[in-house]
C-alpha cells in the first residue's frame, strides 16, 4: 500500500486547506484510513479517522473546525480543515491500517501564521 499526501501549505489564523491523500496497492484489507499530525518537539497525534463504514472519530480539538471524507472510486481520504489556528501547525500524515500492519505516508506540512 502506497499513500501520497497533497494540499499542505501557508496559510493565516481562520483559514482552510484541504489535504488529500491518495492510496495505491493491495487495499481490499484496510479497514480503516485516517490523518495525524506532528509539531515540532511533540509526539504524533491523532487527528481523525474513517473506517470503512464510514464512521467518523476526531481528536477534540478538531472537532467542529475538521472533516474527513473519502472518496472510494478514487481511493482517496480528504481533511477539510477550516477556522486554522496556530496550534494546527504540523506535519500532517496519512495512515492506513489493515489487521496485520499500518501503512504511512511521508507527509504534507501545514503552517498557520498568526
Known amino acids: 500500500v502506497q499513500l501520497v499526501e497533497s494540499g499542505g501549505g501557508l496559510v493565516q489564523v481562520g483559514g482552510s486547506l484541504r489535504l488529500a491523500c491518495a492510496a495505491s496497492g493491495s487495499l481490499f484489507s484496510i479497514y480503516v484510513m485516517g490523518w495525524y499530525r506532528q509539531a515540532p518537539g511533540k509526539q504524533r497525534e491523532l487527528v481523525a479517522t474513517?473506517?470503512?463504514?464510514?464512521?467518523?472519530n476526531y481528536v477534540d480539538s478538531v472537532k467542529g473546525r475538521f472533516t474527513i471524507s473519502r472518496d472510494n472510486a478514487k481511493n482517496t481520504v480528504l481533511l477539510q480543515m477550516n477556522s486554522l489556528k496556530p496550534e494546527d501547525t504540523a506535519v500532517y500524515y496519512c495512515n492506513a491500517r489493515s489487521y496485520a500492519t499500518a501503512y504511512w505516508g511521508r507527509g504534507t506540512q501545514v503552517t498557520v501564521s498568526s
Open positions: 474513517i473506517n470503512s463504514g464510514g464512521s467518523t
